[in-house]
């Protein structure tokens, strides 16, 4: 009994000892190593710019140059902003909107760091020595000869002679069916061969090679730019050419080869109230997935089927396409481009943000909006910095009547000459870039086809 005793007050010891003890402090834990902020940079991206950094609060960044004019909210932290490159020299600056200048950049061929220094990498430890065999001797490789970027160049001689195997001959005469009533499409006339050697025809596009992408307009004009593309469809078409007559406005239209073919009345009607048709190629392809060019799509492709749809037009109305077009889907490349320069069209794309996505419809989830939203989101951003301005539409719709934007279009148009915009064609921009101007006839060599008008001046 005793000893069951002194062992009950042993343990009732050991547990008032252990709630006395009083716990170790917690160890704090190492203070973080603060980190440099990243630099500003960027580097090409097929035909995209691609500017990164990082900013420590939610931030609105600002990328301004004499053709481009770029904002966008940016969360704290890692930036990556991608837009479609501007052209070869320009300089812009990256600010904030409060007027901080954060970098400075040069788009050049070879990218610039900005204006924030990188910080120092500290140096690798030394690595031990290993002895490499000696290589095999590489064969030698071919060198690959460049092709020249002249209209005259022998490359695109062949491409006018043998375009005439795609194409068949049609009537000049093209009956005119009701405005947008769809029609099959009519057999183009075949190309030949230029009536002259191209040798002797002068040169014809001043500044060509520069691979211009034209994404926004020169500032200090509340100016906006709506351009339309027509690929296979035209259910809105005649709403927004009524649209636009009303107003007295002209714009400039990108029309693929197909389109001019099934829809003739409604491209005779476009070309009659005065709007610049550019080109969209023949019929739509994809040239560069993820901007990088799908090999099969030679420089000879890619010019036959710029040519093929300017061809589509001359056959309708006698005339070539004004000197500028669009690549179907946004995709292109630096060196496509300067193809498209070789045989006199220039790229116009759009500004970032400005693809109004207008051809989406309740089935692309992700990507649809209704008229309405559409609408706004352009007012918004026209209010926020609608300066130089090109924006994306389409003379398709597969949405429902009442949900299309070219339904509200009259009316957002109305409320921006109110406040003191103007819309302007793609030349527009061009001329006050102080862009030579490209006279289309000099492409009529390209594009002789039997009993084709001459271009009236």
């Known amino acids: 009994?005793?000893?069951?005793?002194?062992?009950?007050?042993?343990?009732?010891?050991?547990?008032?000892?252990?709630?006395?003890?009083?716990?170790?402090?917690?160890?704090?834990?190492?203070?973080?190593?603060?980190?440099?902020?990243?630099?500003?940079?960027?580097?090409?991206?097929?035909?995209?710019?691609?500017?990164?950094?990082?900013?420590?609060?939610?931030?609105?960044?600002?990328?301004?140059?004499?053709?481009?004019?770029?904002?966008?909210?940016?969360?704290?932290?890692?930036?990556?902003?991608?837009f479609f490159r501007p052209p070869e020299g320009e300089?812009?600056?990256?600010?904030?909107?409060?007027?901080?200048?954060?970098?400075?950049?040069?788009?050049?061929?070879?990218?610039?760091?900005?204006?924030?220094p990188r910080a120092p990498k500290a140096p690798a430890p030394p690595r031990a020595a290993r002895t490499v065999p000696p290589a095999a001797p590489a064969e030698p490789v071919q060198p690959r000869v460049r092709t020249g970027t002249r209209p005259q160049d022998a490359s695109v001689a062949a491409l006018a002679?043998?375009?005439?195997?795609?194409?068949?001959?049609?009537?000049?005469?093209?009956?005119?069916?009701?405005?947008g009533a769809p029609r099959p499409p009519?057999?183009?006339?075949?190309?030949q061969a230029p009536a002259a050697p191209l040798s002797q025809v002068p040169p014809s596009w001043p500044g060509m090679g520069e691979a211009l992408n034209?994404?926004?307009?020169?500032?200090?004009?509340?100016?906006?730019?709506?351009?339309?593309?027509?690929?296979?469809?035209?259910?809105?078409?005649?709403?927004?050419?009524?649209?636009?007559?009303?107003?007295?406005?002209?714009?400039?239209?990108?029309?693929?080869?197909?389109?001019?073919?099934?829809?003739?009345?409604?491209?005779?009607?476009?070309?009659?109230?005065?709007?610049?048709?550019?080109?969209?190629?023949?019929?739509?392809?994809?040239?560069?997935?993820?901007?990088?060019?799908?090999?099969?799509?030679?420089?000879e492709r890619v010019q036959r089927e710029l040519l093929e749809a300017d061809a589509a037009l001359v056959s309708l109305l006698g005339r070539p396409m004004d000197p500028f077009w669009r690549a179907p889907y946004g995709e292109h490349t630096a060196e496509i481009r300067r193809w498209a320069e070789e045989v006199g069209y220039r790229h116009v794309g759009w500004s970032e943000g400005a693809d109004t996505l207008d051809w989406a419809t309740p089935k692309e989830r992700r990507l649809y909006r209704s008229g309405d939203a559409i609408l706004r989101r352009l007012q918004s951003r026209l209010d926020r910095d609608g300066d130089g301005l090109i924006v994306l539409m389409h003379l398709g719709s597969e949405r429902a009547e009442g949900d299309r934007p070219s339904a509200g279009l009259g009316a957002f148009m109305d409320r921006a000459r109110?406040?003191?915009?103007?819309?302007?064609?793609?030349?527009?921009?061009?001329?006050?870039?102080?862009?030579?101007?490209?006279?289309?006839?000099?492409?009529?060599?390209?594009?002789q086809t039997p009993g084709s008008a001459p271009l009236a001046r």
């Open 1 to 82: 009994m005793k000893r069951s005793g002194a062992i009950a007050l042993l343990v009732l010891g050991f547990l008032a000892c252990d709630r006395q003890a009083a716990p170790d402090p917690p160890v704090p834990p190492p203070a973080a190593k603060a980190s440099a902020p990243i630099p500003w940079t960027w580097h090409p991206l097929g035909g995209l710019a691609v500017v990164e950094g990082e900013v420590a609060e939610p931030t609105e960044l600002v990328l301004e140059g004499r053709s481009i004019r770029e904002a966008r909210l940016a969360e704290p932290g890692p930036v990556r902003w991608e």
């Open 91 to 116: 300089a812009a600056v990256l600010r904030t909107q409060a007027g901080q200048t954060l970098a400075r950049f040069e788009f050049t061929t070879t990218p610039s760091q900005g204006a924030v």
């Open 161 to 179: 002679s043998r375009t005439r195997t795609s194409l068949a001959t049609a009537p000049r005469t093209v009956p005119t069916p009701e405005p």
């Open 186 to 191: 009519a057999p183009v006339a075949a190309l």
């Open 214 to 299: 034209l994404t926004r307009g020169p500032g200090g004009h509340r100016r906006l730019l709506l351009s339309f593309d027509g690929g296979s469809n035209a259910e809105v078409a005649a709403e927004v050419l009524d649209t636009l007559k009303a107003r007295n406005v002209r714009t400039t239209l990108f029309l693929t080869g197909a389109f001019i073919q099934r829809y003739p009345a409604l491209v005779k009607r476009m070309a009659a109230e005065g709007h610049e048709l550019g080109n969209h190629t023949m019929n739509h392809p994809h040239f560069a997935p993820d901007m990088k060019r799908d090999p099969k799509w030679t420089r």
């Open 418 to 447: 109110l406040a003191g915009w103007a819309f302007v064609p793609v030349s527009a921009y061009l001329r006050d870039l102080g862009k030579p101007a490209w006279d289309p006839q000099h492409r009529l060599a390209l594009l």
